[in-house]
C-alpha cells in the first residue's frame, strides 16, 4: 500500500488549497473527493459569479467572525486577500471589486476560479481520487489508514479534513468529515444555517413574492437592544425574505430567535430620508397631486405590488383624494414607510443556508497551524471549522487561507 505524505480530504476551495500548497512543498499528496468533479460547491457560490474574497482590512476580516475572530489571525496573515488575488493573477485570471470591496473574477463565471485551481494541482502533482467517500480514519501511530470503501485503503503521515459543512447536501456537503472528526475524539459546536433566507407568518407575504426592494434598511428590536443595518436590498419570496441584506443579518437574527422570545423587525423603505425630510416631502406631493387618489399617489413611493398591503397595513381608504388626507393619517404612512413590520418565525433552515455555522471546537485547533490539539497530523480547513462570517467573500477567503496555512503546517511538519 502505497503511503503518501499528506492525504486531503474534500476538494473544495480549502481542501484544494491545501493540496496546492503541500504540493507546492514537494510533497506527495492525494485529494479525496466524494463527488465526480472538483469545487461542485464553489461552482454555485454567488449565484455562479464566485464572490472570492473582499478587499477589506485584516482587522475587519477578523471582526466578522465574531467573538473569537482572532483565532483565523494566523491564517489571514499567512494568506491574505491580496497574495490570494496574487495567486489567481499569476495564471491570468484578473478581478473586479463591486460594492463594499467584494471582489468577483472579471469573467463573472466560478468556473474561471475553478479552471485556475485544476491547473495549479496538476502543476504540483496532486493525485485526485473521485467518487470516494471517507469511510474511517484508524490511527496507526505512525502513519493513518484511510478507509474508503470497497476494500480500498489509503495510507497517509497526515490528514487535512475539508469536508465542509452540511449546508446544500446536493452538492456533497453532509457532514461526512464531522461524524469522523467526532469519532475520533473532537467536540462539533452545534450546527446552525448561516446566510440563509428567513421565513415569515405574515399571510400577505405570497402577495408580494418577487418584488425586489433596493437600498433600504432593516431595523431589530429586542429586548433594550437596536440593530440598524447598513443600506441593501431585499427580496420577498413565498415563504419569507431573502437577498443580501437579509442573509448578512440572518445569522444575528437566528442567535436572536434563539434566546429571545420575541424580536421586533422593521423595514425602513425609506433610509435615505429623515422623518422631518419625509413629512415635507408628502406636504408637498400632496399639494401638487392633490386630486389623485392615494392609492396612485403612492407609485411614486413603492412598488406597485406592495402597495395594497401597504394601505391595508395602514387601515386607509384607497380612493381617498390625497387633500383630504389628515395630518393624523400622514403620520401613519412616514411611521409605516420607515418602519415596515415583518414577523419572522424561522429561517429556512441549514440545507438552504449559503454557510454552516458551527463545527469542529476552534478551542481544540492549534490556530498557528490549524493542527489538532487532540490528534498529531490531523488538520483541518474550511467550513468544517466552527465559526462563520457575513457575505461579501469573507468565508470563501478563511476557506482558502486556512487551506492555505493547513497544507503549509502539515508539510513542514514532515520530516523526510
Not at 477578523?62 to 490570494?84: C, N, V
Not at 463573472?108 to 467518487?131: A, C, H
Not at 456537503?173 to 433566507?197: E, F, N, R, W, Y
Not at 440598524?228 to 437579509?246: C, E
Amino acid at each position: 500500500m502505497k503511503l503518501y505524505d499528506i492525504a486531503v480530504v474534500g476538494a473544495g476551495p480549502a481542501g484544494m488549497m491545501a493540496a496546492i500548497r503541500a504540493g507546492q512543498l514537494d510533497k506527495n499528496v492525494i485529494i479525496i473527493e466524494k463527488n465526480d468533479i472538483l469545487g461542485k460547491k464553489l461552482k454555485i457560490t454567488g449565484s455562479s459569479r464566485c464572490n472570492i474574497t473582499n478587499t477589506a482590512s485584516f482587522d475587519i476580516f477578523m471582526e466578522k467572525f465574531g467573538k473569537r475572530g482572532s483565532f483565523f489571525r494566523s491564517a489571514f496573515s499567512t494568506f491574505s486577500s491580496k497574495r490570494l488575488m496574487t495567486f489567481f493573477k499569476a495564471k491570468g485570471l484578473k478581478f473586479k471589486i463591486e460594492d463594499n470591496g467584494r471582489v468577483f473574477p472579471v469573467t463573472d463565471k466560478s468556473r474561471s476560479v475553478i479552471k485556475v485551481l485544476k491547473e495549479y494541482l496538476s502543476e504540483n502533482k496532486v493525485i485526485r481520487n473521485y467518487n470516494t467517500r471517507l469511510i474511517n480514519i484508524k490511527n496507526k501511530k505512525e502513519y493513518f489508514s484511510l478507509d474508503l470503501g470497497n476494500d480500498n485503503y489509503v495510507a497517509t503521515r497526515s490528514i487535512i479534513l475539508a469536508t465542509g459543512g452540511v449546508s446544500y447536501k446536493a452538492t456533497g456537503s453532509t457532514g461526512d468529515g464531522l461524524d469522523i472528526a467526532q469519532k475520533m475524539g473532537h467536540s462539533i459546536k452545534p450546527l446552525k444555517p448561516g446566510l440563509v433566507p428567513l421565513k415569515l407568518s405574515d399571510t400577505w407575504v405570497k402577495e408580494l413574492q418577487g418584488i425586489s426592494l433596493e437600498n433600504i434598511q432593516i431595523k431589530i428590536k429586542y429586548g433594550k437592544k437596536n440593530i440598524i443595518s447598513n443600506n441593501g436590498n431585499l427580496i420577498f419570496t413565498h415563504f419569507g425574505i431573502s437577498g443580501p441584506l437579509v442573509l448578512d443579518y440572518s445569522n444575528q437574527i437566528i442567535s436572536i430567535l434563539e434566546k429571545n422570545e420575541s424580536m421586533q423587525f422593521f423595514i425602513d423603505l425609506k433610509p435615505e430620508m429623515t422623518i422631518q425630510e419625509l413629512e415635507e416631502k408628502l406636504i408637498k406631493e400632496f399639494e401638487i397631486r392633490r386630486k389623485s387618489e392615494f392609492k396612485n399617489f403612492m407609485k411614486f413611493l413603492l412598488p406597485n405590488r406592495m402597495i395594497p398591503v401597504f394601505i391595508e397595513l395602514l387601515g386607509m381608504n384607497a380612493k381617498k383624494k390625497v387633500n383630504q388626507i389628515e395630518k393624523e393619517e400622514r403620520n401613519s404612512i412616514i411611521n409605516l414607510l420607515k418602519a415596515f413590520p415583518l414577523t419572522i418565525i424561522d429561517s429556512m433552515g441549514v440545507n438552504k443556508a449559503m454557510i454552516t455555522c458551527g463545527g469542529i471546537s476552534r478551542s481544540e485547533i492549534n490556530p498557528q497551524t490549524l493542527e489538532s490539539k487532540l490528534i498529531k497530523n490531523l488538520y483541518f480547513a474550511g467550513e468544517i471549522i466552527e465559526g462563520c462570517a457575513s457575505s461579501g467573500g469573507y468565508n470563501l477567503q478563511q476557506a482558502f487561507s486556512t487551506g492555505y496555512l493547513a497544507g503549509e503546517a502539515a508539510a513542514k511538519q514532515i520530516i523526510e
